[in-house]
């Protein structure tokens, strides 16, 4: 069985790839360079069992197609990972949307004309900022599920970065289900489209632990670098999973029967910057004094208010989700092994 993973060099997919790995999957990664793919294939101890191919411009016309010509027989399942998140975005349309849905469009053609014969599955990574408005993010009456949409359109999602990006992801899974939904006389595969929260987490190798990390565990890294004497910058709420959760969800998308055709939502719980400051400062006895309390130290949650009920997913899922104390203590000791603070 080989799975094609594009992105194969990113923070989720890494831990993707390598339960892939342990469950004996042959993998084709896509990455942009040919100096990612052998970093990638190095910190994975140069698996025989996983091999790649560069696609430099993801969102050129037809990108996918010489993959697919190539190695579309050896193929039976893809998950296309790779989304642009560009943080200080300005041209949301051609930076974000375009890109986002292109590529997506554009992958599923390469599997229809070259993969049909053996592709079975396609999972898509989209983001439960496609589920959710956003306008109603603090409505404590409302609770998102599998089946909610962001309402956004192509136009009043274009006002701010993340709103844009929220938009990336909702219009290129909604290209996703209309392309199978026109093809369905056509193709032999079938759509799982896979739901994350935001993603915390330790990176699977502690070596892209960098001066700047992933977009999703910036929010840690920032209340690291907080004052204890200064109030919070930016006070931040958003629904919590951890990342190992992620990539097992990927699996569970790509290998269950009962997840085709379906939007598996992965959240385990809201969560707001206090609740990170918490578990840093009492877990971490060397951060005590170092960093902020917060604006409200032992009181968790402040802000939290709209709810998401994922039953469905959980379900299908079927496991438990690691714990937010988890995720943090494992992070932050990452961060500050590779930072030589312990
Ligand atoms: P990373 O930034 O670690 O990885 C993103 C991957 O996408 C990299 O391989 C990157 O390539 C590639 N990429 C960047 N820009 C483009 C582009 N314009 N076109 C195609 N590929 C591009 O991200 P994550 O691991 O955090 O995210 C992986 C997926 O999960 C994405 O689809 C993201 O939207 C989704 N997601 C992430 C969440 C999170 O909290 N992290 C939450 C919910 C969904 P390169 O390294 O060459 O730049």
Redesign the pocket.
């Known amino acids: 069985m080989t799975v094609l993973i ?9 831990h993707v790839v390598d339960l892939l790995l342990k469950k004996n999957y042959e993998i084709i990664g896509v ?3 040919l100096e ?1 793919a052998e970093k990638v294939h190095q910190q994975f101890g140069n698996s025989s069992k996983l091999s790649f191919e560069i696609v430099p ?3 050129a016309p037809n990108a996918f197609d010489p993959v697919f010509r190539k190695r579309g027989k050896e193929i039976s399942s893809v998950i ?7 943080s200080g975005a300005t041209d949301f349309e051609n ?2 949307l375009i ?2 849905r292109n ?1 997506t469009v554009s992958i599923l053609n390469s599997i229809k004309q070259y993969g049909n014969d053996t592709v079975t599955r396609v999972v898509l ?5 496609a589920v959710t408005d956003l306008n109603k993010m603090g409505d404590e009456t409302i609770t998102f599920t599998e089946k909610d949409w962001n309402p956004d359109t192509w136009a009043s999602c274009q006002t701010n970065p993340l709103r844009a ?1 929220a938009g ?2 909702k219009f290129a899974e909604e290209a996703a289900w209309n392309f199978m939904r026109e093809h369905k006389r056509n193709i032999n595969f079938d759509l799982t489209v ?7 987490g330790p990176h699977k190798f502690a070596e892209d632990v960098k001066d700047e990390l ?4 910036k929010v840690i890294d920032g209340l690291l670098c907080s004052s204890p004497r200064r109030k919070l910058d930016h006070y931040m709420n958003a629904p919590f ?1 951890d ?1 190992r959760d ?1 990539a097992k969800a990927h699996l569970i998308a790509l290998e269950k029967a009962n997840a085709r055709g379906q939007r598996l939502c992965v959240f385990e719980r809201g969560i707001g910057s206090q609740d990170i400051l918490d578990i840093m400062n009492q877990k971490f006895p060397s951060l005590r004094g170092q960093i902020s309390q917060g604006p409200w130290p032992g009181r968790g949650d402040q802000n939290t208010k709209c709810s998401y009920n994922t039953s469905l997913s959980n379900k299908i899922l079927g496991f438990e989700f690691l714990s937010l104390d988890q995720s943090v203590e494992d992070t932050v000791t990452q961060i500050l092994c590779v930072r030589d603070q312990v």
């Open positions: 594009t992105g194969a060099n990113g923070f989720i997919a890494e990455v942009r360079s990612k411009e993801l969102s296309h990972m790779a989304s642009p998140f560009i930076q974000l890109p986002a590529e990574t989209s983001s439960l900022l990006y990336s992801k896979v739901v994350p929260a935001m993603a915390l992933n977009v999703s565990n999973i990342v992620v």
